[in-house]
């Protein structure tokens, strides 16, 4: 048991990789393309200093809580959605506030490793639309003046591409009118894929869209932002400084964190650092964000 935790300390440390687990017919892929580094009390402010002291697992050397930064690939037969697309291949750095550095790029090769190309993905789901997310739909092919995924629809909650004035005023037009070529808005309840169905939920943007996943008895919870850290399995109370309302995003997450805890349920939290793909162990003995490898 001690080996184990062990392993599980150090994932809590690192960036994930390529994994992959399948749902029956399905597979579904977590699919990187970088990583952010996080202050934790700036990231999640109900906290304290001795809560981190407490909980020295989740941090770096640096004391950084560490984020994956990447894409999920769902392949059903000879077809491939993806939901979210990375940053890209920027890098950012802040001397203050919750995000302390964010990298990325990967995403193409993540691809290649995993046996697909771009073309190959005939549409991209976003779960919202913050750079982190739509990085690599709003650039082209390296080398190329074409867009990575031009040949894609662009799958946008309602509520979500209603409100892209937000982002507007944050200075990314320019992204907007990227993404308005291919987009196709979706409601609450919505079929987008052969079993992966979007739901919209309240708290970190506007219309942040959750995907569910269903095949061989079980189902996969792709939640998107609705958490950063697996910290928020164990308090989900403490809700991240991005989200646009903090209130509405904590109730959310106590309603997700017993879904999780259901059997064959699993999540996917694309900045879980290499813990991405997990399940909720409710019963007191240690973290209940536990992760699922098969």
Known sequence: MGDLTVDHDERLRRPAGVRSIRLGDTKVSYVPDGEARFRPRALLQDTTDEVWAAHPQYADATGHLVGSIGALLVEHGDRALLIDSGIGPQ???????????????????????????????????????????????????????????????????????????????QGMTEQVATLARRVRTVKDGEEVFPGVRVRIVPGHTHG????????????????????????????????????????????????LVAELAEPGTIGFGVHFADVVFGHVRQDGDGPAWRAVDA
């Open 208 to 255: 942040h869209a959750e995907y569910v996943i269903t095949g061989g008895g079980r189902r996969l919870i792709a939640f998107g932002d609705a958490a950063h850290s697996p910290a928020q399995i164990d308090h989900p109370e403490w809700s991240a400084a991005f989200d646009h309302d903090r209130a509405r995003t904590a109730d959310h997450r106590r309603r």
């Open 91 to 169: 890098t950012f750095e802040a001397p203050d506030g919750p995000l302390a550095v964010i990298r990325g790029g990967a995403l193409p090769q993540g691809l290649a490793k995993l046996g697909r190309r771009p073309e190959d993905i005939e549409a991209v789901a976003f779960t919202h639309l913050h750079p982190d997310h739509i990085g690599w739909a709003c650039l082209p092919s390296p080398g190329t003046d074409r867009l990575v995924f031009a040949h894609a629809e662009h799958l946008i909650s309602e509520p979500e591409w209603e409100r892209r004035d937000v982002l507007e005023a």
